[in-house]
């Protein structure tokens, strides 16, 4: 089954993007800098701070999040 490949447009897509920056960085890379994003270990979320101001885009399988990738524009 192909992904589908989306804008994250709802705050949902976001949170679940989020959510898959967390599994790969923090649990299965054991690797975050807290001074360039910032960890909710609660909600299990990984936040960029430019993920606000970017596009991001995700690739979704099913209900699964299966890759992003985010475009910021320079100003």
Known sequence: MQ???RLATTT????????F???IYVLEMGRHSESESIVDHELGELRDPNDQMAD???AVSG????????SAYSR
Not at 12 to 19: G, P, Q, S, T
């Open 3 to 5: 992904p589908e490949i």
């Open 12 to 19: 949902e897509d976001l949170c679940a993007c989020r959510r």
């Open 21 to 23: 920056w967390y599994d």
């Open 56 to 58: 991001v885009f995700m």
């Open 63 to 70: 209900y699964d999040v299966v890759g992003t990738l985010q």
